[in-house]
């Protein structure tokens, strides 16, 4: 689990690198959204913030935004962990433990991307092209909350493999993502490409987790007779 960290940091990181052509395709399809949205950043900024944006949304806004949020976030998977453990909940404790993973990785991701980026947010430009590379102070793209939202929604979808839950899940990371645009702190490609972001880390924290199957190393205190010392475990 902890070595997972790294490496699913690196995992995602040669992800657009990717041979595989299923891989590659989706990687496509991805890049030509984002900056096919590019271009429509500011019609819909316009259209949210002159034509949509009223008490109701804001209201959707302050109930979903939290989803998103580092502290909420991470707060709250940890809660969800210590609950399982007192329970005996194993696919709540999984929940909290892959959450906060996915979580952290997302993060990492979406930090790095933002100094690379140096994107103005919204509320600081009318320009949407305002890239200004790094070691500037644009942060806006990716989204950090919806690739947090979406992260959380994939985790919750894997453990429970429950169509309700899911649907809620999802519903609230959408949510969570149209805040972002209805709060103008993020452009619509911002929240497009953070929420395939969080969604891609959520599946590859599923795929690897150790709590999943497959092989698992252990190592374990063995007293006997002959004194004490340490077994090595193997479960296929």
């Known amino acids: 689990y902890l070595l997972n960290y ?5 995992r995602i990181a040669v992800r657009p690198f990717s041979l595989d052509p299923d891989q590659a395709l989706a990687n496509a399809v991805v890049a030509i959204g984002t900056l096919a949205l590019i271009f429509a950043d ?29 502290r909420v976030g991470f ?12 329970a005996g909940d194993r696919r709540l404790k999984e929940v909290g433990l892959l959450g906060v993973q996915a979580v952290a990785v997302s993060q990492l991701a979406v ?12 509320n ?3 320009d949407a092209d305002a890239f200004a590379g790094p070691g500037s102070n644009g942060k806006s793209f990716p989204s ?17 493999d429950d169509w309700r839950l899911s649907s809620v899940a999802y519903g609230f990371a959408g949510l969570t993502a149209f805040a972002r645009i209805n709060d103008n702190k993020h452009w ?3 929240v ?8 891609a880390v959520g599946r590859i924290v599923m795929v690897t987790s150790p709590f999943r199957g497959g092989t698992l190393l252990a190592v374990v205190p063995a007293i006997g007779e002959d004194g004490a010392g340490a077994r090595l475990l193997m479960r296929f």
């Open 6 to 10: 790294p490496l699913n940091l690196l």
């Open 42 to 70: 500011e019609p819909v900024r316009d259209f949210v913030q002159q034509s949509l944006r009223g008490g109701f949304t804001d209201f959707l806004s302050d109930v979903a935004t939290p989803m998103g949020d580092n």
């Open 75 to 86: 707060g709250g998977l940890f809660g969800a962990y210590l609950v399982g453990e007192v």
């Open 111 to 122: 930090g790095g991307l933002k100094e690379l980026t140096g994107r103005k947010r919204p």
């Open 124 to 126: 600081a430009t009318d």
């Open 144 to 160: 950090g909350h919806a690739a947090n939202a979406f992260a959380i929604a994939t985790i919750l979808d894997g453990v429970y």
């Open 188 to 190: 619509l490609s911002d």
């Open 192 to 199: 497009f490409f953070g929420s395939v972001l969080g969604y």
